[in-house]
């Protein structure tokens, strides 16, 4: 049993299914009391029902007051996993890339915000932020994605550097493929570079609970992932170039 989260307070966002309902099973496994929370509420309620917790369906961003309510008055964790995958280049929609950015990124601001008074006023609470790791990386043919997963990873860093002295702890999770809806979605360009790694939502799991008891930042359920963000950083021009093969033969299989 993981000490940090037995009878915390957790809120799980987008725990319908995929990811965030694996994290929502383990918390409740590990002895948490827990909001589940999803837009589709039939989901919600589907995995609350599941593992004795509460579901709070509906904006990921909007329902904090709501979860405290549900949790007896306080927050200890809250895991921003709900997120969009979208696809598309710098032609995408406006509407494309404003929902990413507001899913990805400003709904874990908003969540910050609502959460910090109260952890800075007791000196404790939890932030797991769901990146991926094309927040670190990139991926081909997902501009919109690559691009807020990077400002969501840079958040969960600002947040983490800002406040950790003040009993603040932050994890960012960047797996790369992991069996999901939002996989199978990715297309041709997730059957490349993103399924023959691929994990289980339950194998992210397991990577949190290790990273709280570490009470590590960057949490890396592929460990790969370390080497390929230590290449990028050490030669960015050849990793550009690397990525750039791997763009050219993935149009050939367009």
């Known amino acids: 049993m993981v000490g940090a989260v037995q009878s915390a307070g957790v809120v ?9 309902a694996a994290l929502a099973r383990r ?8 909001v589940v929370n999803d837009l589709d509420a039939a989901k919600a309620k589907g995995v609350a029902d599941e593992i004795g917790g509460i579901a709070v369906p509906g904006d990921a961003s909007l329902i904090i007051e709501e979860a405290r309510e549900a949790l007896d008055g306080t927050v200890d964790v809250y895991c921003a996993n709900a ?5 598309g280049s710098e032609a995408a929609g406006e509407d494309v890339w404003a929902l990413a950015w507001d899913v990805n990124v400003m709904a874990h601001v908003r969540a910050a915000h609502a959460l910090l008074p109260d952890w800075l006023e007791r000196g404790s609470g939890r932030f ?3 990146v991926s790791a094309a927040g670190l990386l990139t991926m081909i043919g997902a501009a919109p994605y690559s691009v807020t997963k990077h400002g ?13 002295h003040r009993g603040v702890n932050v994890h960012a999770i960047c797996p790369q493929g992991v069996r999901t809806d939002m996989l199978a979605a990715t297309g041709s360009a997730g059957d490349l570079v993103l399924r023959p790694t691929a994990i289980e939502p339950e194998d992210v799991a397991d990577s949190l609970m ?15 992932v370390a080497g390929y963000y230590q290449a990028r950083a ?13 763009q050219q033969k993935w149009e050939t299989t367009e």
């Open 83 to 87: 997120g969009v995958g979208s696809g």
């Open 12 to 20: 799980v966002t987008g725990a319908g299914g995929g990811i965030g």
């Open 27 to 34: 918390f409740a496994a590990e002895g948490a009391r827990v």
């Open 152 to 164: 969501a990873y840079a958040f969960a860093e600002w947040l983490s550097l800002t406040y950790r």
């Open 234 to 246: 050490a030669d960015p021009d050849r990793w550009m170039t690397n990525m750039n093969h791997l």
């Open 210 to 224: 290790k990273g709280i008891e570490e009470n590590r930042f960057l949490i890396l359920p592929h460990p790969e």
């Open 128 to 130: 797991v932020s769901t």
